[in-house]
């Protein structure tokens, strides 16, 4: 136990020289973490996607519009609610616990009749503090979209504009000493590695 104390110590030692000695390049102290949700409709371009979208007519586009349009069960990350999971995923989780076991035997029937599909676009960039003592930058640039497209017999009855949202956010999260922590936590389970 005292030999791997003594070679995490000078092994953080090492590291924190190196660190220094090398002015701290921005691969080492910047996780870039990249998110992305794509289906690989209309070539991945937002703007055709957008299109296509408010080309969907509540009360006139049926399902197999939506079929010969792409947008079909198979497709990558497009997701299908039917009956009681669409009024879940419509309403929330507060609105489907309201609904007892007297009135989801009422309900059940017509609920049936109801698909909620989930077209997303996520293409995001995630950039967080690596090395810090007390204070981690978080910066986060990028598109994340869903549409959603409510069906009644097969038959579209709602479909909103699209929503796109473009984060650019800053955050900050503050923890006395976390960075050492998270440092040494880091260091200590690839000297484990290296003992065994």
């Known amino acids: 136990m005292y030999k791997i104390s003594i070679r995490i110590s000078v092994l953080l030692l090492l590291a924190i020289i190196a ?8 691969s080492l102290v910047i996780r870039t973490k990249y998110e992305r949700v794509q289906t690989g409709l209309y070539g ?16 006139k586009t049926t399902r197999e519009d939506l079929e010969k349009m792409g947008i079909k069960p198979g497709v990558d990350n497009i997701r ?13 989780e507060t609105a489907s616990r309201e609904l007892t076991p007297i009135k989801f035997g009422e309900y059940l029937k017509e609920l049936e009749r109801y698909t909620l599909i989930t077209i997303p676009f996520k293409d995001m960039v995630r950039k967080s503090d690596r090395i810090y003592f007390s204070r981690k930058d978080i910066d986060t640039k990028g598109w994340d979209v869903t549409l959603p497209i409510l069906l ?15 984060r650019d956010t800053h955050e900050i999260e503050r923890a006395f ?4 922590v998270e440092l040494l ?5 690839g000297v484990g590695k290296m003992v065994k």
């Open 152 to 166: 009644r017999d097969n038959v579209v009855i709602y479909r909103p504009e699209p929503n796109a949202e473009y």
């Open 19 to 26: 660190l220094s000695a090398t002015g701290c390049h921005s």
């Open 44 to 59: 991945n371009d937002l703007t055709k996607l957008f299109t296509a979208y408010k080309e969907i007519m509540p009360g």
């Open 177 to 180: 000493a976390q960075g050492i």
């Open 80 to 92: 299908f609610f039917g009956g009681f999971e669409a009024y879940r995923a419509s309403f929330g």
């Open 185 to 189: 936590a880091g260091v200590n389970g």
